[in-house]
């Protein structure tokens, strides 16, 4: 025999769901009005403005510089801007390898910048201006990079001076360090030979497309010709090694040309 609940059994159970129901979407509601109230004064506030902008890696341009570039200033809105947007314009610039741009508590933001290298110097009208891993020419008057580097002379073509780079950083380190200036000789077309003047007192004789290559063996030929008198290694065609007075003439030979000049 099935049982018959009296509907007024049942009244008070209802009335306590409907209350629970009601007060769950009452909560509901009010936490949305919160929410947005609290979001409203945040963006309104000066805790939604960006309070510090940090530079680092900046040494060819200055900090100003990359802020100018994307904008991105103290006091500007810290959610109102896109990383990822801001990262690809600085990429853009010819002296900037990498770039990550971060948010930090929530007041800070951080823009981490990685520079092309200085690879060699080159001369302009007496002037010198940087020349970058990626060819790029920097003629900025801002802050100047210490690292040595080699100087170029006579590289005024883009074909010859980005050959020249290519060679520069297959170089072996070593060596790298050692070369002081390089000129260009012949035609960058062609054999494009070169003159180059080490700091250890060696002059060079190379052409451009297997300069590198022949640079492996500079320390090992130094290293054999220790005890002679500095001269030219001639790497166009083989090693040839021939003193500075045979190739120039004697310091005495040399003040008498002088002396008869005069």
Same mark, same amino acid.
Request: no cysteine; aromatic share 14%; net charge negative.
């Given at each position: 025999m099935k049982k018959v609940i009296d509907i007024e059994e049942r009244i008070p159970s209802l009335r306590e769901k409907r209350r629970r129901t009601t007060n769950r979407k009452f909560i509901l509601v009010l936490s949305v009005f919160v929410i947005a109230l609290?979001?409203? =004064?945040?963006?309104?506030?000066s805790f939604s403005k960006?309070?510090?902008?940090?530079?680092?890696?900046a040494n060819l341009h200055g900090q100003?510089?990359?802020? &100018?570039?994307?904008e991105l200033f103290k006091d500007k809105p810290?959610?109102?801007?896109?990383?990822?947007?801001?990262?690809?314009?600085?990429?853009d610039i010819d002296t900037v390898k990498d770039v990550s741009i971060a948010r930090k508590w929530f007041?800070?933001?951080?823009?981490?910048?990685?520079?092309? &290298?200085?690879?060699?110097?080159?001369?302009?009208? %007496?002037?010198?201006?940087?020349?970058? &891993?990626?060819?790029?020419?920097? +003629?900025?008057d801002e802050v100047m990079p210490e690292e040595k580097a080699p100087v170029l002379i006579d590289?005024?073509?883009?074909? +010859?001076?980005?050959?020249?780079?290519s060679q520069l950083q297959d170089l072996d380190k070593n060596v790298y360090h050692l070369v002081s200036e390089i000129v260009l000789v012949g035609d960058s077309e062609n054999a494009a030979d070169l003159t180059v003047y080490m700091d250890d007192g060696?002059?060079?004789?190379?052409?451009?497309?297997?300069?590198?290559?022949?640079?492996?063996?500079? =320390?090992?030929?130094?290293?054999? =010709?220790?005890?002679?008198?500095?001269g030219v290694i001639d790497m166009e065609v083989g090693t040839f090694y021939t003193?500075?007075?045979?190739?120039? %003439?004697?310091?005495?030979?040399?003040? &008498?040309?002088?002396?008869?000049?005069?």
């Open positions: 609290l979001a409203i =004064l945040y963006f309104q506030s960006i309070k510090v902008v940090t530079v680092n890696g100003e510089f990359y802020k &100018e570039e994307i810290i959610w109102g801007f896109s990383t990822q947007a801001a990262e690809t314009k600085l990429k007041r800070g933001v951080a823009i981490n910048i990685t520079e092309w &290298e200085t690879i060699a110097y080159i001369e302009d009208k %007496g002037n010198y201006n940087i020349v970058l &891993e990626n060819g790029h020419v920097f +003629s900025g590289f005024d073509s883009e074909d +010859s001076l980005n050959k020249i780079v060696y002059e060079v004789r190379a052409i451009m497309s297997t300069f590198s290559d022949q640079m492996a063996y500079y =320390l090992e030929i130094t290293a054999q =010709l220790h005890d002679y008198e500095k003193p500075f007075s045979k190739v120039y %003439g004697s310091e005495e030979e040399v003040e &008498e040309v002088v002396e008869e000049s005069e």
